[in-house]
């Protein structure tokens, strides 16, 4: 990274380090029985070690790292909270995606080095819908403090990625910001105040620009990321991955942000 983008990434670490730990002491007793009562219908009974979760592979990130993408998946699963990980997307789904740049090349990205790992919350739940659930039994202030989180983390991934793309030494260094798991941020889906605060905080003059370096794809659990993209190249004959990623990214951009 240069000075620039290095020393904004750097403050944008401490700030989400400080919003997580806040978050925590604030709702954390409230948001643990919530989210045992959540899982109980279909997830086996596991230990809630931190309710809220900051990725600290984000620490290892040096001046030295090259970023290719920052990648947005959902919000921790059961993986992520526990306090020998405390890591976004190292479950299953995280290891198909370091699967699939591992065997892709032509991305140029290796995934737990060369990507900027963040979520739309980073509130815990075992599975993405539980967060209905948790939501719904919620306090008044813990209801809204959740949905605050996701405005908080699109405005400052937003700004995270401009700056990125601003300070960059050249335009084929700008990075992409991949959103995966783009079916809950359709309209009523769980995501979609982090989809409309996204939007909101790239819609000025200044920032338009870099919207075009934003892609939106289906998740990487269940293989459906794979699956979605092989569909696609077998209907449009695009045999190079990695345009026709970009091409399925701004296609499926399109449909949930209507631009």
Partial sequence: MT?????????????????????SEKFGRE??????????????????????????????????????????????GKNEQLSCNKKYLVGQ????????????????TDFRKNAIILNKTPVHSAKTNHLKEIIKNSSTELKAGIYESMEWMAEKTAS??????????????????????????KQKGIFELYRQALLKNY??????????????????????FSVDLKNFQEETKIFQKNIAAQTLGILHRKEIFGM
């Fill in 31 to 76: 948001l643990i029985p919530l989210q045992k009562n959540a899982s109980k219908k279909d997830t086996h009974d596991y230990p809630i070690e931190n309710p809220v979760v900051y990725n600290t592979a984000l620490d290892e990130i040096t001046r030295e790292t090259e970023i290719k993408k920052i990648i947005i998946g959902d919000n921790p």
């Fill in 203 to 224: 819609t000025n003059q200044d920032s338009s620009q870099y919207w075009n370096n934003v892609f939106v794809f289906q998740h990487f659990s269940m293989n459906r």
């Fill in 160 to 185: 995270l990625h401009k700056n990125l793309c601003l300070n960059s030494c050249n335009k084929n260094d700008e990075p992409e910001l991949w959103l995966v798991g783009y079916s809950e941020l």
């Fill in 3 to 23: 000075i620039e983008q290095y020393s904004y990434f750097d403050t944008f670490r401490r700030e989400l380090k400080n919003y997580c730990q806040e978050f």
């Fill in 93 to 108: 789904a995280g290891k198909i995606a370091a699967g699939f740049f591992q065997k892709n090349k032509e991305f140029n």
